[in-house]
């Protein structure tokens, strides 16, 4: 017996963040008839959790950028507002604190422009106006680029309402950090976020720079009960506006006939027809062994993935400790650490798997929700976001002792840099590569990441291609790997941009 109908409008493979956000869009603009498959047992994707001992533990999310505070939010809480998606945000209580002891410096940043400025004057006196004016030129450059990816805008007005985006669109971060003329040591405080896009600062468009910047400086938010409660509140409300979603059950073959989508078969072969895929597997895999038959698959496609960049997947271990955050020597939410804050050597060092990371990313969750683990304990994760390839070439036999020998290097390295050893007090750990994320979500060469942002590989470029990289009709993406790139509030935004592509050709068929 199936317990699928025979035929329906859209299709979307993956439960997670995009793939649901894309249904409730489609959803609120009345499209009712929905089937989401997803090929774990339960959504989300990689914005989960998981229970060790009867700790609950954070499997990803550090902070939730374009949330805002309830009385002003910001455009993803704003629609998940509106969707009625309710969900116990908690503010993250600083941006990040600064740990870079061969410079001397330990500082915390806090959120609010003037704040952040002032935090920097603090640690490098007389820079306050020159950091103030840049963090301005990044909100002036974000709320550009808001208007621009949705309004189709002659030169001349982008000119004339966007001169400050016109002015630093072409540059990388570092070009345009420069012209403020900021000492090295203010600089290095200023480019920590450069890990959560995962491209050195020489080759990150300031444009993407300039969003983080804005964005996480107005104040990040998480949910209360981890990132799962997005899935589970996303699914939750999915359902009750009438889809079908069904867990365990993985896509294998997207049918295309005549250059246009007919329906999908799934690993347990059940053969479903619809008119419209969203698709959260990535385009690599879609065009290289999903579409059936391959021969419907146009060398456009092959060439676009062939030549696009694959982004950066976390290295990350989480760990519960014995004793409170104090006690383990931890003073805040997010510590970004490191030998150097040089982007450029530290994104060498991720290509190999030889030496130590000599920059992390440690959150200690406690700072934001104090019950979420019972008193007494300490919730932390230590990560890394490196390029995937080097992972590729690691033998079955030898992964497990190199996934520990990574995992004892970075706890090492933070006690390093940090000054208090909690190793004696670990009472649970565990540790994910690209290789867990691979195998969990199916992600690409375990990249989380989708395409990386580079100099060559532009977010504007790519949303003014976005028309020319559909090559087959009724397939659309929705992922790290759509055109918004990686994050898990910039999912909500990708599965929004596929469900709008969805709507536009529902209406031009019906000649709307
Ligand atoms: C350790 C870590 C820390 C992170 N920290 C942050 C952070 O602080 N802030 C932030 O914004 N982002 C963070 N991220 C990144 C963020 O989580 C991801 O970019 C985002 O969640 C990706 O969402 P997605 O919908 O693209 O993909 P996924 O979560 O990978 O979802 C894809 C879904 O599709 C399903 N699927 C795939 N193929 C098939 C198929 N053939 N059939 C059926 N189902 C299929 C998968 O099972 C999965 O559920 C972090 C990620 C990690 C791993």
């Given at each position: 017996?199936?317990?699928?109908?025979?035929?329906?409008?859209?299709?979307?493979?993956?439960?997670?963040?995009?793939?649901?956000?894309?249904?409730?869009?489609l959803q609120a603009k009345g499209v009712k008839d929905i089937l989401i498959l997803e090929k774990n047992n339960m959504p989300g994707g990689v914005a989960t959790d998981f229970v060790r001992n009867g700790f609950e533990i954070e499997a990803s999310l550090h902070e939730m950028m374009s949330i805002g505070p309830k009385d002003n939010r910001m455009v993803v809480g704003e629609w998940f507002d509106e969707m009625g998606i309710d969900i116990d945000w908690l503010p993250v209580p600083e941006c990040y604190r600064v740990l870079l002891p061969n410079e001397g410096v330990n500082a915390i940043l806090h959120d609010g422009f003037e704040r952040m400025a002032r935090d920097v004057d603090a640690v490098v006196p007389g820079t306050y106006q020159k950091v103030y004016d840049l963090i301005m030129l990044c909100d002036r450059v974000t709320r550009s680029m808001d208007v621009i990816s949705v309004t189709p805008m002659s030169k001349v007005k982008m000119l004339k309402d966007h001169p400050d985006f016109v002015?630093?669109?072409?540059?990388?971060?570092?070009?345009?950090?420069?012209?403020?003329?900021?000492?090295?040591k203010a600089i290095d405080m200023l480019v920590p976020y450069w890990i959560y896009v995962g491209a050195p600062m020489d080759d990150l468009p300031f444009t993407i720079y300039a969003y983080c910047m804005a964005d996480y400086f107005r104040g990040s938010f998480i949910p209360r009960h981890r990132?799962?409660?997005?899935?589970?509140?996303?699914?939750?409300?999915?359902?009750?506006?009438?889809?079908?979603?069904?867990?365990?059950?993985?896509?294998?073959?997207i049918f295309v006939k005549n250059g246009k989508v007919t329906g999908v078969r799934t690993h347990r072969g059940d053969e479903i027809a619809c008119d419209y895929v969203i698709s959260g597997a990535y385009p690599n895999r879609v065009y290289t062994?999903?579409?059936?038959?391959?021969?419907?698959?146009?060398?456009?496609?092959?060439?676009?993935?062939?030549?696009?960049?694959?982004?950066?997947?976390?290295?990350?271990?989480?760990?519960i400790l014995a004793g409170t955050p104090e006690e383990n020597g931890f003073v805040n939410y997010n510590t970004f650490s490191g030998d150097t804050m040089d982007t450029n050597v530290i994104w060498e060092n991720g290509k190999n798997l030889t030496e130590?990371?000599?920059?992390?990313?440690?959150?200690?969750?406690?700072?934001?929700?104090?019950?979420?683990?019972?008193?007494?304990?300490?919730?932390v994760s230590i990560t890394n976001l490196v390029p995937t390839d080097p992972f590729l070439d690691v033998k079955e036999e030898d992964y497990y002792?190199?996934?520990?020998?990574?995992a004892s290097e970075m706890i090492e390295k933070f006690i390093e840099h940090n000054g208090v050893d909690f190793r004696d007090r670990i009472a649970e750990i565990e540790v994910s590569t690209p290789m867990?994320?691979?195998?969990?979500?199916?992600?690409?060469?375990?990249?989380?990441?989708?395409?990386?942002?580079?100099?060559?590989?532009?977010?504007i470029g790519r949303r003014t291609m976005d028309a020319n990289e559909h090559y087959i009709k009724g397939l659309e993406f929705a992922g790290a790997h759509a055109v918004v790139g990686d994050g898990q509030a910039p999912q909500v935004k990708n599965g929004r941009l596929a469900a709008k592509a969805v709507l536009n050709a529902m209406a031009e068929k019906e000649g709307k």
């Amino acid at each position: 017996m199936s317990f699928y109908k025979k035929h329906y409008d859209v299709v979307i493979i993956g439960a997670a963040l995009a793939g649901l956000s894309a249904a409730l869009q489609l959803q609120a603009k009345g499209v009712k008839d929905i089937l989401i498959l997803e090929k774990n047992n339960m959504p989300g994707g990689v914005a989960t959790d998981f229970v060790r001992n009867g700790f609950e533990i954070e499997a990803s999310l550090h902070e939730m950028m374009s949330i805002g505070p309830k009385d002003n939010r910001m455009v993803v809480g704003e629609w998940f507002d509106e969707m009625g998606i309710d969900i116990d945000w908690l503010p993250v209580p600083e941006c990040y604190r600064v740990l870079l002891p061969n410079e001397g410096v330990n500082a915390i940043l806090h959120d609010g422009f003037e704040r952040m400025a002032r935090d920097v004057d603090a640690v490098v006196p007389g820079t306050y106006q020159k950091v103030y004016d840049l963090i301005m030129l990044c909100d002036r450059v974000t709320r550009s680029m808001d208007v621009i990816s949705v309004t189709p805008m002659s030169k001349v007005k982008m000119l004339k309402d966007h001169p400050d985006f016109v002015k630093v669109a072409g540059y990388s971060a570092s070009e345009v950090i420069k012209t403020f003329d900021l000492p090295q040591k203010a600089i290095d405080m200023l480019v920590p976020y450069w890990i959560y896009v995962g491209a050195p600062m020489d080759d990150l468009p300031f444009t993407i720079y300039a969003y983080c910047m804005a964005d996480y400086f107005r104040g990040s938010f998480i949910p209360r009960h981890r990132s799962h409660e997005m899935s589970m509140r996303l699914q939750q409300k999915v359902e009750e506006n009438g889809a079908q979603i069904e867990f365990r059950q993985e896509v294998e073959k997207i049918f295309v006939k005549n250059g246009k989508v007919t329906g999908v078969r799934t690993h347990r072969g059940d053969e479903i027809a619809c008119d419209y895929v969203i698709s959260g597997a990535y385009p690599n895999r879609v065009y290289t062994s999903m579409i059936e038959p391959l021969s419907e698959v146009p060398p456009e496609a092959i060439k676009f993935v062939n030549g696009m960049e694959l982004g950066v997947c976390p290295v990350s271990v989480m760990l519960i400790l014995a004793g409170t955050p104090e006690e383990n020597g931890f003073v805040n939410y997010n510590t970004f650490s490191g030998d150097t804050m040089d982007t450029n050597v530290i994104w060498e060092n991720g290509k190999n798997l030889t030496e130590p990371y000599p920059f992390l990313t440690t959150v200690c969750l406690n700072y934001a929700v104090p019950d979420c683990v019972p008193e007494g304990y300490t919730h932390v994760s230590i990560t890394n976001l490196v390029p995937t390839d080097p992972f590729l070439d690691v033998k079955e036999e030898d992964y497990y002792d190199l996934k520990r020998r990574l995992a004892s290097e970075m706890i090492e390295k933070f006690i390093e840099h940090n000054g208090v050893d909690f190793r004696d007090r670990i009472a649970e750990i565990e540790v994910s590569t690209p290789m867990t994320i691979n195998h969990y979500v199916g992600a690409w060469k375990g990249t989380i990441y989708g395409y990386r942002h580079s100099m060559k590989n532009h977010l504007i470029g790519r949303r003014t291609m976005d028309a020319n990289e559909h090559y087959i009709k009724g397939l659309e993406f929705a992922g790290a790997h759509a055109v918004v790139g990686d994050g898990q509030a910039p999912q909500v935004k990708n599965g929004r941009l596929a469900a709008k592509a969805v709507l536009n050709a529902m209406a031009e068929k019906e000649g709307k």
